[in-house]
């Protein structure tokens, strides 16, 4: 039920109650559907929306850094989108939501492309 704790508290927009779910990787926009080489707002759009418990994926990092007492500490990460959308075939499905088989696969992607920089 939302709001549930930090860090899926962050965006209303990330759970879906009709579903009782959350949105663990969502990535819309345009994609260069006509070929030319250039992304435009005539071109088609596609969205992937990886949602319901069966997608979370947990990745651990060993970061050593001190944090003041009551301070924040702020953790830069690189992530590798081009390895969560290469096994992605755009054109042939530009749409996918909740635990299907495309979703899984971005997801194990997911896992493997948060690194420390």
């Known amino acids: 039920v939302y709001p549930a704790d930090h860090p899926l508290s962050v965006s209303q927009n990330m759970h879906w109650s009709w579903t009782q779910g959350y949105i663990f990787l969502k990535m819309e926009g345009r ?3 006509d070929n030319d080489g250039v992304v435009e707002a005539t071109d088609n759009t596609f ?4 949602t319901s418990d069966a997608l979370r994926r ?7 850094q001190d944090a ?12 590798d989108l081009a ?8 054109q042939s499905i530009p749409f996918a939501e909740g635990a299907d088989p495309l979703n899984r696969t971005m997801m194990d992607s997911l896992a493997t492309a948060i690194t420390l920089p």
Request: charged content about 20%.
């Open 31 to 33: 994609y260069d559907s």
């Open 47 to 50: 969205a992937y929306h990886c």
């Open 58 to 64: 947990d990745v651990e990092l060993e970061v050593h």
């Open 68 to 79: 003041l007492s009551g301070g924040a500490l702020v953790i830069d990460l690189d992530l």
């Open 83 to 90: 390895n969560i959308i290469s096994p992605v075939d755009i």
